[in-house]
């Protein structure tokens, strides 16, 4: 049994889509990815690591509102340092590869006063640096399968990187 710890305050989702206004930054919703970027460990996190069962970190939709300088990498390791051996990060990020459009919603979220980051894949798997990387890896999320399948979309039509990975 794993709990699952999710960034007190973090919106879970985030409609984006065509004819969807994007949302803007207010005192009252900062925007996404800025508790994460300016919270620290989330609030039900507590004692040692040691002391607690593993949980499932889950960071979905979520690391692509997080701009280098504001150090995504660093925030996934001071969760995960927070977790005990046996916890699960489970993370999927925004890409620009293969879709040039997505560089466009970057822009338009910029545009907007939010941070927006497409990244590789190499860039996503250094979220992954020191967990064991359950199969298929990093892969576009349509692609997360247990037996690596993707039916009915193209790489092109998904522009999302997926993985799994254990603490040991």
């Known amino acids: 049994m794993t709990d699952t710890v999710y960034p007190r305050g973090m919106p879970l989702t985030l409609a984006a889509g065509p004819g969807c206004p994007l ?3 207010t005192p009252a919703s900062p925007g996404p990815g800025r508790p994460l970027r300016h919270g620290g460990i989330p609030g039900g996190v507590t004692g040692s690591a040691q002391d607690r069962r593993a949980a499932a970190l889950s ?12 150090d995504p990498y660093g925030i996934v390791r ?11 990060l489970v993370l999927s990020h925004g890409t620009a590869d293969g879709d ?5 919603l970057a822009n338009a979220y910029q545009s907007r006063g ?3 980051q497409n990244r590789s894949q190499a860039e996503v798997e250094r979220f992954f640096h020191g967990l064991e990387l359950a199969d298929p890896g990093v892969v576009r ?3 997360w399968r247990p ?10 039509e998904v522009s999302v990187y997926a993985g799994v990975a254990r603490k040991p």
């Not at 001071?78 to 699960?88: D, E, K, N, Q, V």
């Not at 040039?100 to 466009?104: G, K, L, Q, T």
């Open 59 to 70: 960071l979905v939709a979520i690391g692509h509102f997080i701009p280098d300088e504001d």
């Open 100 to 104: 040039p459009a997505m560089e466009e």
């Open 114 to 116: 939010m941070p927006f």
């Open 78 to 88: 001071r969760f995960l340092a927070a977790l005990p051996s046996g916890s699960y």
């Open 141 to 143: 999320g349509h692609r």
């Open 23 to 25: 949302p803007r930054p």
């Open 147 to 156: 037996d690596g399948t993707a039916v009915g979309l193209t790489d092109q």
